[in-house]
C-alpha cells in the first residue's frame, strides 16, 4: 500500500453544536463566546455536515471535500467527495464506533478493519476548544458571514511558541476543524499511514493527523488561529489557521468551512457500521474481542477470575464488559465500562488483567486504602496497582469525580 499523508492517530478539534438557542452574544468577550462554544458541545447528541478544506503555500492550492457524520464521543463517519490533489483520493471511507474502525482506501481497493475494544475514548473537539480558551489570547473581532449564517470572529494567537517537540522533531501543529496539521521543520514528513494509524487496543485515543509535504526551517514563525462561532447556536462552522515567517510572508494557510451543517437531528445506527466492497481486499489490526456483554454475571462465566464490582459516582451506569485474550497477558483482559447516559463523553474505565502492564518507575507513587498504587496524569487520568496475581487500572478522560474513590472501593483483600 502505497505512503499516505492523511492519518488516523486521534480526534482533536470541534465544529459542533445544538438546538438550544444561544444567550445574547452583545457585549461579550471572545473568551465568552468559546466558553458558550464548549457548553454547546457537552449538548451535542450528533452532527452531519459537508466540510470544505482549502491548503495554500506560497507555490500550491489544493482543496478537499467531504461529508461527515458525529456521535460524540465516539463514532465519526467520514467520505472523501472530492480531492484535487487525490490523496486522500475521491471515495476514501473511514468509519470508527467505539469497537471497531475501518479505513477503505479506493485505489488499492482495500479495507483496513482495526478493532479496539478497549480504547478510552475523549471527547476531543470539546478539549480543544478548551485547550484555545486556556493557551491562546483570543480577541473578538465582529460579525461576518459564513454560509449564509451570522457569525462571530475570534482572533486566537497562541501565548507560547506555538511549536511541539516529540520523537519525529520540532514542528508546528496547527489545529484545524477536527485535524491536526503537523508541519515538520525540517526532517522527513512523509508518514506511512499503516504504522501510525494502529495506536493500540487499549488507553489509545484517536486523532486525524495530517503531515504537510513541505519543511520550514526559519527559527521566527508566527501562528495565528481565527475561529468563527455562530450566532444562533454558539458552535464554531468556520476556522482558518495560518503561518508566517519573521518578514510576515505567508508560509501555509489552512481554512476549514463547514456547510449544510445539521445538529441533532438523529442518525442511524448504521451509520457507523461499515460494509466493504464485495471484491475488496480486508486486513485486520488489533485485538478482536472475545466478547462485549451487558452484565457482570454474564463475563464473569468467560474468565479465570472474579470480577470486580467498583462503587462509581451516581451518573454512571454499567455500560459494557470486554473480554479480550491479548497475546501480550497470559489471561484474558476484562474492562468495565461506565458511561454517565447524560454525558456518553463522561466515561469510566476499570480493568483487570492476569500480569501487570504499567511500569511503576515512570509514574507517581501514590496510597489508596492503605495499599501502594501508581497514578499516570494528563488527558487520561489513570490509577493501577496489583493485589495477589491479578492487575488493576481505573481510567477516565474527563471525569471530574476522583477516581482514587472508585479504585478504593476496589482494594486489595
Given at each position: 500500500?502505497?505512503?499516505?499523508?492523511?492519518l488516523?492517530?486521534?480526534?482533536?478539534?470541534?465544529?459542533?453544536?445544538?438546538?438550544?438557542?444561544?444567550?445574547?452574544?452583545?457585549?461579550?468577550?471572545?473568551?465568552e463566546?468559546?466558553?458558550?462554544?464548549?457548553?454547546?458541545?457537552?449538548?451535542?447528541?450528533?452532527?452531519?455536515?459537508?466540510?470544505?478544506?482549502?491548503?495554500?503555500t506560497?507555490t500550491e492550492?489544493?482543496?478537499?471535500?467531504?461529508?461527515?457524520?458525529?456521535?460524540?464521543?465516539?463514532?465519526?463517519?467520514?467520505?472523501?467527495?472530492?480531492?484535487?490533489?487525490?490523496?486522500?483520493?475521491?471515495g476514501?471511507?473511514?468509519?470508527?464506533?467505539?469497537?471497531?474502525?475501518?479505513?477503505y482506501?479506493?485505489?488499492?481497493n482495500?479495507?483496513?478493519?482495526?478493532?479496539?475494544?478497549?480504547?478510552?475514548?475523549?471527547?476531543?473537539?470539546?478539549?480543544?476548544?478548551?485547550?484555545?480558551?486556556?493557551?491562546?489570547?483570543?480577541?473578538?473581532?465582529?460579525t461576518?458571514?459564513?454560509?449564509?449564517?451570522?457569525?462571530?470572529?475570534?482572533?486566537?494567537?497562541?501565548?507560547?511558541?506555538?511549536?511541539?517537540?516529540?520523537?519525529?522533531?520540532?514542528?508546528?501543529?496547527?489545529?484545524?476543524?477536527?485535524?491536526?496539521?503537523?508541519?515538520?521543520?525540517?526532517g522527513?514528513?512523509?508518514?506511512?499511514?499503516?504504522?501510525?494509524?494502529e495506536?493500540?487496543?487499549?488507553?489509545?485515543?484517536?486523532?486525524?493527523?495530517?503531515t504537510?509535504?513541505?519543511?520550514?526551517?526559519?527559527?521566527e514563525?508566527?501562528?495565528?488561529?481565527?475561529?468563527?462561532?455562530?450566532?444562533?447556536?454558539?458552535y464554531?462552522?468556520?476556522?482558518?489557521?495560518?503561518?508566517?515567517?519573521?518578514?510576515?510572508?505567508?508560509?501555509?494557510?489552512?481554512?476549514?468551512?463547514?456547510?449544510?451543517?445539521?445538529?441533532?437531528d438523529?442518525?442511524?445506527?448504521?451509520?457507523?457500521?461499515?460494509?466493504?466492497p464485495?471484491?475488496?481486499?480486508?486486513?485486520?489490526?488489533?485485538?478482536?474481542?472475545?466478547?462485549?456483554?451487558?452484565?457482570?454475571?454474564?463475563?464473569?462465566?468467560?474468565?479465570?477470575?472474579?470480577?470486580?464490582?467498583?462503587?462509581?459516582?451516581?451518573?454512571?451506569?454499567?455500560?459494557?464488559?470486554?473480554?479480550?485474550?491479548?497475546?501480550?497477558?497470559?489471561?484474558?483482559?476484562?474492562?468495565?465500562?461506565?458511561?454517565?447516559?447524560?454525558?456518553?463523553?463522561?466515561?469510566?474505565?476499570?480493568?483487570?488483567?492476569?500480569?501487570?502492564?504499567?511500569?511503576?518507575?515512570?509514574?507517581?507513587e501514590?496510597?489508596?486504602?492503605?495499599?501502594?498504587?501508581?497514578?499516570?496524569?494528563?488527558?487520561?487520568?489513570?490509577?493501577?496497582?496489583?493485589?495477589?496475581?491479578?492487575?488493576?487500572?481505573?481510567?477516565?478522560?474527563?471525569?471530574?469525580?476522583?477516581?482514587?474513590?472508585?479504585a478504593?472501593?476496589?482494594?486489595?483483600?
Open positions: 500500500m502505497r505512503r499516505r499523508r492523511l488516523a492517530t486521534g480526534t482533536l478539534a470541534a465544529l459542533a453544536g445544538c438546538l438550544t438557542p444561544a444567550e445574547s452574544t452583545e457585549d461579550r468577550t471572545g473568551s463566546l468559546v466558553e458558550a462554544a464548549i457548553e454547546t458541545r457537552l449538548e451535542l447528541t450528533d452532527l452531519q455536515a459537508r466540510r470544505h478544506l482549502t491548503a495554500e506560497p492550492t489544493t482543496t478537499q471535500t467531504e461529508s461527515i457524520s458525529r456521535r460524540p464521543p465516539a463514532e465519526k463517519r467520514r467520505t472523501v467527495l472530492r480531492s484535487d490533489d487525490g490523496d486522500p483520493p475521491t476514501t471511507v473511514s468509519v470508527t464506533n467505539r469497537e471497531i474502525s475501518w479505513d482506501y479506493p485505489e488499492e482495500f479495507v483496513w478493519k482495526r478493532y479496539h475494544p478497549n480504547k478510552v475514548v475523549a471527547d476531543g473537539p470539546r478539549l480543544v476548544l478548551r485547550d484555545l480558551l486556556e493557551d491562546y489570547e483570543l480577541t473578538y473581532d465582529g461576518d458571514t459564513v454560509d449564509g449564517r451570522e457569525t462571530h470572529r475570534i482572533d486566537a494567537v497562541p501565548t507560547g511558541t506555538g511549536l511541539s517537540d516529540d520523537a519525529d522533531g520540532r514542528a508546528i501543529e496547527l489545529l484545524v476543524g477536527e485535524t491536526v496539521y503537523r508541519i515538520p521543520l525540517g522527513s514528513s512523509d508518514t506511512d499511514a499503516s504504522a501510525e494509524s495506536n493500540g487496543s487499549e488507553n489509545g485515543t484517536e486523532n486525524e493527523t495530517e504537510t509535504d513541505d519543511e520550514l526551517d526559519g527559527e514563525l508566527a501562528v495565528s488561529r481565527t475561529v468563527w462561532i455562530d450566532d444562533e447556536f454558539s464554531p462552522i468556520k476556522e482558518q489557521d495560518v503561518v508566517r515567517d519573521g518578514d510576515g510572508t505567508l508560509l501555509h494557510r489552512l481554512t476549514v468551512t463547514y456547510e449544510d451543517l445539521a445538529i441533532n438523529g442518525l442511524d445506527p448504521d451509520t457507523f457500521v461499515y460494509e466493504p464485495e471484491d475488496a481486499e480486508v486486513g485486520t489490526l488489533g485485538d478482536e474481542p472475545e466478547g462485549i456483554y451487558e452484565s457482570r454475571e454474564a463475563a464473569a462465566t468467560t474468565v479465570p477470575y472474579e470480577i470486580p464490582d467498583p462503587d462509581v459516582p451516581d451518573a454512571y451506569e454499567l455500560d459494557r464488559v470486554t473480554v479480550v485474550d491479548n497475546v501480550r497477558q497470559s489471561g484474558p483482559v476484562t474492562t468495565l465500562w461506565y458511561v454517565d447516559s447524560d454525558r456518553p463523553d463522561q466515561e469510566i474505565s476499570v480493568a483487570v488483567r492476569t500480569d501487570q502492564q504499567f511500569k511503576p518507575t515512570l509514574l507517581e501514590t496510597e489508596i486504602d492503605g495499599h501502594t498504587a501508581y497514578r499516570r496524569r494528563g488527558r487520561i487520568d489513570s490509577y493501577f496497582w496489583t493485589c495477589s496475581d491479578l492487575s488493576y487500572e481505573v481510567s477516565s478522560v474527563t471525569v471530574e469525580e476522583p477516581l482514587v474513590d472508585v478504593a472501593s476496589i482494594g486489595c483483600s
